[in-house]
């Protein structure tokens, strides 16, 4: 909203030498948020002066183009009183005009420095000025001609432009429409300084009689109120005086005619949007109805629009002539040759009118009024304001005329505790204050109870319970004097089980030399072939965004993988000579159980109901996901640097059950995206809990990475349920380790953790360790089988064990090794 700060000073009686920036500061600590503070004239330098066309000589050019050769009275501002002799290729113009003028040696917006020049055969010194050359409009077609009365040749032409004025520009809240007139932000001004308001709504008006404009509502819900006033004899040739054009202008409007530029006006300054037909096209009653379907309508817009059963519209015996509060109709618009006015001042449902400007993705400056709520009561009073300027600047006369339809709604009524404001804002207010200050802000107070009785004024349909009377008298005191206090943390709370083992994992990833990065977890069909997944693989079905942010990525994430890869990528390709990356992050899969229920939000829903809402939700289980590429350790002194490789991935995963004490299962695994010989599946008891190896070369090449590269992906909600949530302290034992190395041949597809696993469960208690420390293949075993070399460590808590001890806890474990998977003891 942009005010001029001259118009806020005619209805409130600001303290004489208050600087614009001090007004703004207090408007805005009272909710109204200062946008910008403007000066129009600041950027023009110079003498910009009112000057009388005296004689104007059209002159035709080679080029088709005719100026105009013209000496202009400009008084003593040139110096020597003499006649102004200046070039102007505007036409809309002549002799005796007050127009703008800019001599030599001012500078226009833009800084374009004026100066006496030869052109068209004549020196022009000066300007001739348009709305656009001075930075006020867009309008080139023509020049700025003022009113016979503006002033005297050689005056300083600023005031009579409005550019002497300061405008101040707000943002309004949605819940604050009554800060959208003069009306509204005077008021708040008053509030702010104490100082005494002029309400401009105030005025007597005639009362209704059944003599004016017939009106029929059908829906008294959709507009209670409908007012009428008719205006005949008007002059549509009539100017729009200086003074009501600039302040439109100045609050951010264009001028076009005195009948539009006067409905414009009162909306700025009252508020209430009104509009203005044509009264000599009207046919029969103005019948406010909702739209019939199939009806259609040409708006001032000039857009032929379908019209829905919902939509609140003014009709004649025509058909429909405007949608109501949001525009008007092409076929009953004041024109240039309209001389009977009918003036509607209605107020209109705010709901109503928002979905109607939704639906036709229509937007006007009534709509945005209408469809925030507006003062219901000052119909009459706008109606009046208007045909009051139409007939004072274009002639005719008032008909007598009153059609008033429809009474205002009434406002709720609050009851609210002395205590409660001061309750809210922790200050000392005391009930004497409540009172005044909801009264100061127009409400009616009733304070003979215990409890107040609030009855807010009518431009203020954003007061509905007690809390918004507290944020009324919060403001008025001054949210500076709102002390901050911390609130008191509860005792006896601190992280959760799974906060406390999400840190410990990431502790241990950065220890491992692991850099956390974060991605988008969205996916689309490009990154599913990138990583190779069958047709039929589970993580193809994702689920589907509504509102994605790329269309090419409309999918949430069923594996973390791809950002991690696209990171690993970015970095290596920047000069980065290895990486170590991680993310942890949830993945979405789909439960196919049907859309969600779609519930009211005036009730909380049962529990079974929750649940059916917890039922569509997809499952979203926390994953892990690291990738390793490039070296892993660097070169140096020490010797060549290494390449990471399929055992680090793994060596991770082994690293993160063991920090959480967790017993994992490694075996051979064939799964995409990664290796087919290069791959682990990992496995907690009798769960999944993931993958680890190299990456399949394909992949490698798809996501622009060195081949080797090495990944891992786990359920992080698998792992930190088999946790243990405080991990034993290792325990020594004094006594001797006596150690065992068995070799044992078994089938080359035989999985080494097979091999262990027999073996620890044959040694017994007294097994300590076990450790593969060697895999050979070669000549010294047959075809298709391979030998794997263990060592294994033995110890008891209470006594040294013997040699036939040791010996028998290894030939039992080789017993059980060859059981369990054909081992032969080489």
């Not at 059950?657 to 010989?677: C, D, F, K, N, Q």
Request: with cysteine; glycine share 10%.
């Amino acid at each position: 909203m942009r005010t001029p700060v001259s118009w806020i000073r005619e209805y409130v009686d600001l303290p004489t030498g208050l600087a614009t920036e001090d007004l703004a500061r207090r408007l805005t600590a009272l909710g109204l948020k200062l946008e910008a503070i403007e000066r129009p004239g600041a950027d023009i330098r110079g003498p910009l002066v009112l000057g009388r066309v005296l004689t104007l000589e059209p002159e035709p050019q080679k080029n088709g183009k005719t100026i105009n050769w013209c000496t202009v009275d400009v008084g003593a501002a040139n110096g020597t009183g003499e006649p102004q002799g200046i070039v102007c290729g505007a036409h809309n113009f002549a002799v005796g005009d007050l127009v703008v003028v800019i001599l030599p040696g001012g500078v226009l917006p833009g800084d374009f420095a004026i100066s006496a020049r030869k052109t068209y055969g004549h020196v022009s010194a000066g300007m001739i000025c348009s709305m656009a050359e001075l930075d006020l409009g867009d309008d080139h077609d023509g020049i700025i001609v003022l009113p016979a009365d503006a002033g005297d040749p050689g005056d300083d032409a600023r005031p009579a432009l409005g550019l002497d004025e300061e405008v101040i520009e707000f943002e309004i809240n949605p819940d604050r429409a009554y800060a959208l007139s003069l009306r509204g932000v005077a008021r708040e001004a008053a509030l702010g300084f104490d100082a005494t308001y002029t309400d401009p709504a105030l005025r007597d008006v005639p009362l209704a009689n059944d003599q004016g404009q017939p009106v029929v509502v059908e829906d008294p819900v959709g507009c209670p109120v409908f007012v009428a006033r008719t205006v005949t004899g008007f002059d549509p040739a009539a100017p729009t005086p200086e003074w009501l054009a600039t302040r439109v202008r100045l609050a951010g409007m264009r001028p076009i005619s005195l009948a539009v530029d006067v409905t414009n006006y009162v909306m700025l300054e009252l508020g209430r949007p009104i509009h203005g037909y044509d009264g000599d096209k009207l046919r029969g009653p103005l019948v406010v109805r909702r739209a019939r379907e199939g009806e259609r309508l040409t708006t001032l817009d000039g857009t032929d629009r379908v019209l829905s059963g919902e939509d609140l519209v003014v009709a004649d015996d025509s058909g429909v002539i405007g949608l109501g509060g949001v525009m008007g109709g092409a076929d009953t618009e004041m024109s240039e040759t309209t001389t009977t006015v009918v003036i509607e001042a209605a107020h209109w449902e705010p709901v109503a009118m928002f979905r109607t400007g939704k639906r036709h993705r229509l937007t006007s400056e009534a709509g945005k009024r209408n469809e925030r709520g507006v003062d219901p009561t000052i119909c009459e009073a706008a109606a009046d304001r208007v045909a009051e300027l139409l007939t004072t600047y274009g002639g005719g006369v008032v008909d007598p005329g009153v059609t008033v339809v429809g009474t205002p709604p009434s406002q709720p009524t609050i009851t609210v505790s002395r205590e409660l404001p001061g309750q809210v804002a922790g200050l000392p207010i005391d009930g004497g204050r409540v009172v005044s200050c909801l009264r100061a802000i127009g409400a009616e107070v009733d304070e003979a109870a215990e409890l107040l009785t609030v009855v807010p004024p009518p431009w203020r349909p954003d007061l509905t319970d007690p809390y918004d009377l507290v944020e009324e008298v919060v403001r008025l005191v001054g949210y500076d004097q709102v002390p901050s206090v911390l609130p008191t943390p509860p005792g006896g709370r601190g992280l959760t089980r799974e906060q406390r083992l999400r840190r410990r994992i990431g502790r241990t990833l950065a220890r491992l030399g692991c850099v956390e990065v974060v991605t988008f977890p969205f996916l689309g069909d490009d990154t599913f072939a990138a990583l190779g997944l069958p047709d039929d693989d589970p993580r193809r079905h994702a689920v589907r965004l509504a509102n994605p942010i790329s269309a090419e990525k409309p999918f949430f994430a069923t594996t973390l993988l791809p950002g991690v890869l696209d990171a690993a990528a970015r970095n290596l390709g920047r000069g980065a000579a290895g990486v170590s990356l991680f993310e942890t992050g949830t993945v979405a899969f789909p439960v196919d159980r049907g859309p969600a229920p779609v519930y009211g939000v005036d009730w909380r829903p049962s529990e079974a109901e929750l649940g059916k809402l917890f039922e569509a939700i997809p499952e979203q289980p926390l994953h892990l996901v690291a990738v390793l590429s490039g070296e892993l350790e660097p070169q140096g002194w020490w010797g060549p640097s290494r390449l990471a490789d399929w055992s680090d991935a793994i060596e991770i995963v082994r690293s993160l059950a063991a920090e959480l004490g967790v017993s994992v299962l490694v075996e051979p695994a064939t799964r995409m995206p990664w290796h087919p010989s290069r791959c682990a599946r990992v496995t907690v008891g009798d769960g999944e809990l993931g993958h680890a190896g190299e990456l399949h070369p394909r992949v490698c090449q798809a996501y622009g990475l060195p081949r080797g590269t090495a990944a891992l992906e786990i359920d992080l909600d698998l792992l930190i349920r088999h946790a243990v949530d405080t991990p034993r302290a290792p325990s020594f034992s004094s006594q001797p380790l006596a150690k065992e190395d068995v070799a044992l041949v078994v089938d080359a597809d035989v999985a080494a953790s097979d091999v262990e696993a027999a073996l620890r469960e044959g040694a017994g208690d007294l097994l300590e360790s076990v450790r593969l420390f060697d895999v050979y293949t070669g000549s010294q075993v047959p075809p298709g089988r391979k030998s794997l070399a263990f060592h294994l460590h033995f110890r008891a808590p209470d006594r040294t064990l013997t040699e036939a001890e040791t010996g028998a806890a290894r030939d039992a474990a080789v017993a059980a090794a060859a059981a369990a998977v054909g081992a032969i003891q080489r």
